[in-house]
């Protein structure tokens, strides 16, 4: 069965750039999409297909691919962007990558 | 605003059956795909099935295939999960998802619902 790999976690100051990968075999063919989940609540959709962000979220958030790894960018840090985020694709069904926490220091 | 609302969990023993709904509302529900997805206590995110638009058309993850089957009922605005043979590893928050564009495969799922939550155990 098709892997996403993750780091387990990632740590920024505030006012930093986070930088979250997702990391799979032949991963440039497939749409990768991120989700943000904070404690408690239920996933929220951040990037879809790359890098077209989802409605609502701000342009701090964006998406990149280069070889095979995806990469979720958030600039400017805040500590409101605290939680965890999954990549997504779908290979033989959907699959979600391990998750990242990101601490905000 | 697109809503998605389960219901449906609850504690139940191994071997057993559960039912899961989701109400969707605000959204033409019969032209998205939907799906469900899990996540076992402390865990990362795990999809189970995933119905098409109309119901033709279904999948699922080989951990539940042939146990679980997904279904939707379009004149009630339904999904549901029908779940059999329930093992403890089957323990988790079950969450209702929206296809973002419509029917397509290779979607992202833009609306959550709050999830159900499934213990089994005895």
């Known amino acids: 069965s098709y892997v996403l790999t993750q780091p387990p976690s990632v740590s920024v100051a505030p006012g930093q750039t986070a930088k979250i990968t997702c990391g799979g075999n032949?991963?440039?063919?497939?749409?990768v999409h991120w989700y943000q989940q904070k404690p408690g609540q239920a996933p929220v959709l951040v990037i879809s297909d790359d890098s077209t962000r989802a409605s609502g979220i701000p342009k701090r958030f964006s998406g990149s691919y280069s070889g095979s790894t995806a990469t979720l960018t958030i600039s400017r840090v805040e500590a409101g962007d605290e939680a965890d985020y999954y990549c997504q694709v779908w290979v033989g069904g959907g699959v979600f990558g391990g998750g990242t926490k990101l601490t905000v220091l | 605003e697109a809503h998605l609302v389960e219901s449906g969990g609850g504690l139940v023993q191994p071997g057993g059956s559960l039912r899961l709904s989701c109400a969707a509302s605000g959204f033409d529900f019969n032209r998205f795909a939907m799906s469900w997805v899990r996540q076992a206590p402390g865990k990362g995110l795990e999809w189970v099935s995933s119905?098409?638009?109309?119901?033709?058309?279904?999948d699922y993850a080989d951990s539940v295939q042939g146990r679980f089957t997904i279904s939707r009922d379009n004149s009630k605005n339904a999904v549901y999960l029908q779940m059999k043979s329930l093992r403890a590893d089957d323990t988790a928050l079950y969450y209702c998802?929206?296809?973002?564009?419509?029917?397509?495969?290779?979607?992202?799922?833009?609306?959550w619902g709050q999830g159900t939550m499934v213990t089994v155990s005895s």
């Open positions: 998802a929206k296809y973002n564009l419509g029917d397509e495969g290779g979607d992202a799922f833009n609306i």
């Open positions: 032949n991963l440039g063919s497939y749409s």
């Open positions: 119905i098409s638009a109309r119901g033709g058309g279904t």
